[in-house]
């Protein structure tokens, strides 16, 4: 398989996977598709590795646990994004909200 092609179909991958790891966490996520493609690319490495730690195999981590752990990133995000970030003041609300 050509690298081209491998390249892509990781990105549709991360792109499915991503966005079905942020409809399983319920609200408004504005998250652009690049930005949902990795969150996707991302949760799919993490399962990966963790069944290669708990398995020892090379079977992958599976569909599932992959749209968990994107899930658990999302999550994430959201609870860093809701955080006042350092050097903001009280009085101001974050831009964007």
């Known amino acids: 398989m050509s690298l081209i092609l491998y390249l892509l ?3 549709i991958t991360g792109l499915f996977v991503g966005a079905l790891g942020r409809l399983a966490i319920p ?3 504005p998250m652009t598709l690049t930005q949902t493609m990795l969150v ?3 949760g799919s490495l993490a399962a990966g590795l963790l069944s290669l ?3 020892h195999g090379r079977h992958g981590g599976g569909i599932l ?3 968990l752990f994107a899930a658990g990133i999302v999550y ?3 609870r ?3 955080r006042p ?3 903001s003041s009280p009085g101001r609300r974050p831009v964007g909200r």
Do not use: K, N, Y
């Open 9 to 11: 179909l990781v990105a």
């Open 80 to 82: 860093f994004r809701e």
């Open 27 to 29: 609200g408004r996520d």
């Open 85 to 87: 970030g350092l050097g």
């Open 76 to 78: 994430l995000i959201r």
């Open 65 to 67: 646990l992959s749209v």
């Open 40 to 42: 996707g690319i991302a």
């Open 53 to 55: 730690l708990i398995f």
